[in-house]
């Protein structure tokens, strides 16, 4: 308690609130940590049970202090509630919150305004817009209602390029920013540069794989949306006059159907090999 009053009295704190941290992120969270002087509070839960994100999510080590919360979960996992009150009690008014943006969740409307009558700046950090549709937030409520959340914090980071130019008509450019949703690259580059040392057709060997085959990498979630069944009919119609490779990286609810897919139509050169570290990834 003595420490929590000393950091209130001095510098104060900035809070991070997430459904959930993947583990991508928390190189990300930590060089915000450091920016910040150590004084980034990361606030977040653990994935509905049977999330195809429930892999990704890592417990990394990481300097930052993690306060963790309860989700509540309904309708699978399409609406989200957490509560929050907690974390301004422990720590005290923050500096800054940085949410992310979800119109998934009931709180979060609850939390910009908690975080506003404490006097923090607001941050939203998301998509701002759905993936599946083009945005309109004069015919869409919920394009709406993300807009009306946009425009009532003090920034909005965005996490590409393209989403900050979506906003751009209806949102100030000093409220807009990019921050991507990626991983760390440096230590990639890293990997990379050691590979090239030995070269493409030393790692080919290495994996198993022969020099002149087609490789085609699959890289992320496997669910429906992702289209891994239209994924594997291609390679299907593709390998049956090449010689090629499919390597699939990732886990989710459909890898049983990919794996029984592959089975059933004796679909040969496929590789499903389940989630890998960046280390374990890189050569392919």
């Not at 992310?100 to 950090?125: C, Y």
């Not at 690259?185 to 057709?201: A, C, H, M, N, S």
């Not at 490789?215 to 289209?227: A, D, N």
Request: proline fraction near 6%; glycine fraction near 8%; include cysteine.
């Amino acid at each position: 308690l003595s420490i929590r009053r000393q950091r209130q009295m001095c510098i104060r704190d900035s809070y991070y609130f997430a459904r959930m941290v993947p583990g991508y992120r928390i190189p990300v969270l930590e060089q915000l940590n450091q920016r910040l002087g150590g004084h980034l509070i990361v606030c977040s839960g653990q994935p509905q049970g049977a999330s195809s994100l429930a892999y990704l999510v890592s417990k990394g080590s990481h300097s930052y202090e993690h306060v963790v919360l309860r989700n509540f979960w309904m309708s699978g996992d399409k609406i989200h509630a957490q509560p929050f009150r907690s974390v301004f009690r422990s720590f005290g008014p923050p500096s800054v919150v940085l949410a992310e943006e979800s119109p998934r969740s009931l709180t979060l409307p609850l939390l910009l305004r908690h975080a506003r009558r404490q006097g923090a700046g607001r941050v939203l950090w998301g998509h701002f817009s759905s993936l599946k549709r083009p945005y309109n937030p004069a015919k869409h409520p919920f394009d709406r209602y993300r807009l009306h959340l946009a425009r009532s914090v003090e920034a909005c980071a965005c996490y590409t390029s393209g989403v900050a130019d979506i906003l751009r008509p209806y949102i100030p450019d000093e409220k807009l920013f990019v921050a991507r949703n990626t991983i760390d690259l440096e230590p990639l580059f890293v990997l990379r540069q050691e590979l090239e040392k030995d070269g493409r057709k030393d790692v080919r060997r290495r994996l198993g794989i022969a020099g002149d085959s087609h490789v085609l990498v699959y890289l992320g979630r496997l669910i429906p949306e992702k289209g891994t069944k239209m994924l594997l009919e291609s390679f299907k119609s593709f390998s049956a006059g090449a010689d090629a490779v499919l390597i699939v990286i990732g886990d989710g609810p459909d890898r049983q159907f990919m794996e029984a897919y592959v089975s059933n139509h004796d679909l040969r050169g496929v590789r499903i090999l389940g989630p890998l570290s960046d280390e374990m990834a890189a050569p392919y």
